[in-house]
């Protein structure tokens, strides 16, 4: 995938719904407002690859099944992922090593026999909607930003070529991994929107600024009134950025 992109180009539209025309009437409506589509497990446990197939279009998809399993097995699902051609797809780092290298290979093997470019091959670090005290209460002490840089080490050792971090951690991975290793933001929130569940968030603006490649955004689109409007409002702000 390109990282040469105008502000809209860098968001990925998270269409979460388990509505298969409400997702395929938000990604015409969207049309060019957005760079591409992400579809996750709300949508693909209700409608599968085909449905898969049939919101993206031609549209660029980030399919968002986060992985995580033994090696073999998680090598097996994302070379089945292949086929619905995604240009991102991801793993949890917290797998470790061995799948994320399974994975790596499954991924460049598997693109070839589908016959498609090679996706962006992310894992996940911390999700967004985790704060330190969640963390702590699942026996995980250390601050999510050191976790995240620790996972995002081990991703970039593993031979993957980015991850899904929040907007509060992209400059530190930044200044560890270097402007070529792809980092892919949720938890992004305009001042306007809600916040919901997403605990570790920033502004688009500020994510942009941080040096965020990707920006995933769901509800502040598809939740207001008129999501191809709020896209455009969100790439405008982006673009203010320096
Ligand atoms: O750490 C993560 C990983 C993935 N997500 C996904 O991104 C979108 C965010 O949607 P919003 O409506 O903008 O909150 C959603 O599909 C999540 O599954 C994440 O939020 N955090």
Do not use: Y
Request: proline share 5%; net charge negative; charged share 25%.
């Amino acid at each position: 995938m390109q990282n040469s992109r105008t502000a809209h180009e860098r968001i990925f539209v998270a269409l979460d719904t388990l509505d298969f025309g409400r997702a395929e009437e938000l990604a015409r409506a969207l049309g060019d407002s957005v760079g591409g589509v992400k579809l996750g497990k709300e949508f693909f446990t209700a409608h599968g690859p085909e449905g898969v197939r049939g919101v993206a279009g031609g549209k660029p998809l980030f399919l968002d099944l986060k992985f995580h399993d033994i090696p073999n097995t998680v090598a097996g699902a994302v070379r089945a992922a292949m086929h619905m051609r995604p240009v991102m797809l991801n793993v949890h780092a917290s797998g470790g090593r061995a799948m994320m290298e399974a994975a790596a290979l499954a991924a460049r093997e598997g693109a070839e026999d589908a016959g498609i470019e090679r996706p962006w091959l992310l894992a996940v670090t911390v999700l967004t909607s985790l704060d330190d005290a969640d963390l702590e209460s699942v026996g995980q002490r250390t601050p999510a930003s050191d976790q995240v840089r620790r996972l995002a080490a081990l991703t970039a050792d593993s031979g993957l070529d980015g991850v899904v971090c929040s907007p509060r951690e992209i400059a530190a991975l930044r200044r560890d991994l270097g402007p070529d290793f792809k980092l892919v933001v949720p938890g992004i929130r305009p001042a306007w929107a809600a916040g919901g569940d997403q605990k570790r968030a920033a502004t688009p603006r500020d994510a942009l600024e941080a040096g965020a490649d990707v920006l995933v955004i769901g509800r502040p689109i598809t939740a207001a009134d008129d999501p191809a409007a709020a896209a455009r409002r969100i790439a405008h702000e982006m673009s203010a950025a320096a």
